[in-house]
């Protein structure tokens, strides 16, 4: 299994949230076809792929985002 690292530089896995049932990854990434193949490398499911459109907090109330993100839910 190559990882994440076999992908080259267009995916960049940057945290991951768990809860009790699910886990939220958020990746930098070109598209979303490039988390599914990750996902099945990696042999986890990528139920939902969702690009961020805009983040928002504290830091970021007076300023626009210009980052693009995709969350993916694992259930």
């Known amino acids: ?3 994440i690292r ?3 530089m267009d995916i960049q896995w940057l945290e991951s949230y768990v ?3 699910k886990i939220y990854c958020v990746y930098y990434s070109k598209d979303k076809e490039i988390i599914r193949k990750h996902a099945e490398q990696g042999g ?3 139920n939902r792929i969702e690009e961020v459109k805009r983040m ?3 830091e ?3 300023e626009k985002s210009t980052h693009r993100l995709a969350g993916v839910v694992h259930n």
Do not use: Q, R, S, Y
């Open 19 to 21: 809860t009790d049932d």
């Open 56 to 58: 928002i907090g504290p």
């Open 44 to 46: 986890f499911p990528a």
């Open 6 to 8: 076999g992908l080259g």
């Open 1 to 3: 299994m190559p990882g």
């Open 60 to 62: 970021t109330a007076e």
